[in-house]
């Protein structure tokens, strides 16, 4: 079993930058895909980015420029350094890790991004 918690969210301006952490505990030999998904009020979930254990990354095309993911192996955490943020990036950030072939997810951590 893994366990997955994010932390990191909270109301900033337009503009400003945020950084999300996300650590998984539990019963962990090695993580493979991790990444942040995020579901913004009347939306659907959807995939901002992911990062593999070698630490390859591909971005949603709204973040492009703008966020950042990167992950601790060694700490079995991912982060999610947001800049530049719109109001239109409010949402719940979720993170997800896959271990060693099922996804687990955390619980939420939100974002507001409002003057």
């Known amino acids: 079993q893994v366990y997955l918690m994010e932390s990191g969210g909270g109301l900033v301006q337009p503009g400003r930058s945020l950084r999300l952490s996300c650590a998984a505990a539990?019963?962990?030999?090695?993580?493979?895909?991790m990444g942040w998904y995020r579901q913004a009020p009347g939306k659907q979930r959807e995939l901002v980015a992911p990062i593999s254990h070698e630490g390859n990354t591909n971005y949603a095309d709204y973040v492009k420029g703008r966020f950042t993911i990167s992950r601790d192996n060694a700490k079995n955490t991912v982060y999610l350094q947001m800049s530049t943020l719109r109001p239109e990036d409010t949402a719940v950030y979720y993170c997800y890790a896959q271990h060693p072939v099922q996804f687990y997810w955390g619980k939420g951590t939100l974002v507001t991004v409002s003057s």
């Open positions: 539990g019963t962990i030999t090695s993580i493979h895909a």
